[in-house]
């Protein structure tokens, strides 16, 4: 990364989903400190089934409900912010912040570093905080009370400044909008204040630029032959310069994978916006129609001419309920006539489940790919060598994978629809191998707009 002034923040990005890698955010730091000035981490941990499944969690253990993988995410940097005073911002409480702080706290022990100031941000479940008369005007009742397994608003970024403000080193969120992770730091450092648009919307598309995580640095624009980007294994995760102006400065670490060029950012730019005049977030709406993005350097773009306007009257809120199983289960049919097969064997499946009255709707059946049972033709990474022009694909050589997944009302009737697809093994067709199955639980969203005055977002220090 190359600064072209320490008069900016800069902010780095540790993951992008509770997926993500857990070394990513290494380089991240390294190359923070290298720069020398003022910077700020950001993990972007949190999806709306992945607040549900915490929500879950934390019904079966109150002391459970944050990230899981939070230590593993902190261990390899959290020494290095500490010594360089570098603050850590991350949505990885969920649905329990402060189970998480105490995660974090416990892990400073066990790495034998100083005690982290550790802040959390609550506010944001409003299965907490609302009336019955204020849950029936959201429509809470509609999959009925004992379904509900989360309601979360998403909160904005002062809380998160103001935190920072009280020289917290880690502040922890539940539901807060993905942006909003960089944006209160920004709020913070450069003392913008909650009614300043231009500002708060560029603070948020630098936010909304970071916060899928290397999808900003050629990850997911990686389309070999038309989207080439190199050393994909080593991809960098994303570092944005923030000037007091709103100018913002995309680039990467350096001698790590990827790209980052106009086009890459103008990709992310655009991701998941639904009107880019006309962006709603809980801070600011945000104007991108004017947007100038240009390449200044080798993977640098620099991005200005961001607009914003008065933040929305109302919040979105996302709830989720409980909606039934879900069954997955899967066989392989290789050889000559292998699609006929699994053909036969869906016909088989979707018979056996009306005789015993399962109750499995909708059913889906597909039938996926080739090429992964011919072990004779995997090169020496095991991966399949076979050219497009032979007999494979013509059809003297075939392999089919059979998919059956069906919604059932209940985990017994799931794991039923499972079994059947076990016992094609020995009830036919031919030939079949390689069962795998699952069962899991279905859960619903819904998008819902509540009055600010229903919600109280407030921020606590928490000790050891």
Request: hydrophobic share 45%; with cysteine; charged share 20%.
């Amino acid at each position: 990364m190359v600064s072209s002034t320490h008069s900016s923040l800069a902010i780095g990005c540790g993951a992008g989903f509770a997926g993500d890698r857990w070394d990513a955010a290494g380089p991240v730091v390294a190359s923070l400190i290298q720069r020398g000035g003022p910077a700020a981490l950001i993990y972007e941990n949190l999806a709306e089934r992945t607040l549900a499944l915490a929500q879950q969690r934390r019904k079966a253990n109150p002391e459970a409900g944050w990230e899981p993988s939070l230590p593993e995410f902190l261990r390899p940097v959290m020494a290095d912010c500490l010594a360089a005073g570098i603050p850590i911002v991350g949505n990885f409480g969920a649905a329990n912040p402060r189970g998480a702080a105490a995660r974090i706290l416990a892990l400073a022990r066990e790495l034998q570093v100083r005690t982290p100031r550790v802040a959390v941000i609550e506010g944001d479940d409003l299965l907490a905080t609302l009336s019955a008369e204020q849950r029936q005007m959201l429509q809470f009742e509609r999959a009925g009370a004992d379904n509900w397994l989360s309601a979360n608003v998403y909160l904005g970024a002062e809380e998160i400044a103001a935190a920072l403000a009280a020289n917290a080193d880690i502040v922890v969120t539940g539901r807060v909008a993905d942006a909003a992770l960089t944006l209160g730091p920004l709020m913070h450092h450069f003392g913008w204040s909650t009614d300043n648009w231009d500002l708060l919307a560029a603070g948020t598309v630098a936010g909304h630029l970071l916060e899928c995580g290397a999808q900003l640095t050629g990850g997911y624009f990686a389309d070999p032959g038309l989207n080439d980007v190199p050393d994909l294994a080593r991809v960098g995760f994303p570092i944005v310069e923030v000037n007091a102006q709103g100018e913002i400065l995309v680039c990467k670490p350096a001698n790590t994978g990827g790209r980052v060029d106009r086009q890459v950012v103008i990709q992310q730019l655009l991701y998941e916006i639904h009107d880019p005049s006309c962006y709603l977030t809980p801070d600011v709406v945000v104007d991108m129609s004017a947007v100038e993005v240009s390449s200044v350097a080798p993977d640098q773009v620099r991005v200005s001419g961001v607009r914003g306007r008065r933040r929305p009257e109302k919040l979105k809120a996302t709830v989720c309920h409980e909606n039934g199983w879900l069954a997955e289960a899967e066989v392989s049919y290789p050889g000559i006539n292998a699609h006929a097969r699994a053909q036969l064997a869906a016909q088989v499946v979707q018979a056996r489940i009306e005789m015993l009255g399962l109750a499995c709707e909708p059913l889906r059946i597909d039938f996926l790919g080739q090429g992964s049972t011919m072990l004779s033709d995997k090169d020496a990474n095991g991966i399949s060598a076979r050219p497009i022009d032979t007999p494979f694909a013509q059809g003297i050589w075939q392999e089919v994978r059979l998919r059956v997944a069906g919604e059932c009302p209940s985990s017994e009737a799931a794991q039923r629809v499972a079994r059947e697809v076990l016992s094609l093994y020995t009830c036919g067709p031919a030939a079949g191998g390689g069962v795998r199955s699952q069962v899991t639980p279905r859960i619903a969203t819904h998008s819902v707009l509540v009055p600010r005055s229903w919600v109280s977002p407030s921020w606590e220090m928490v000790s050891a």
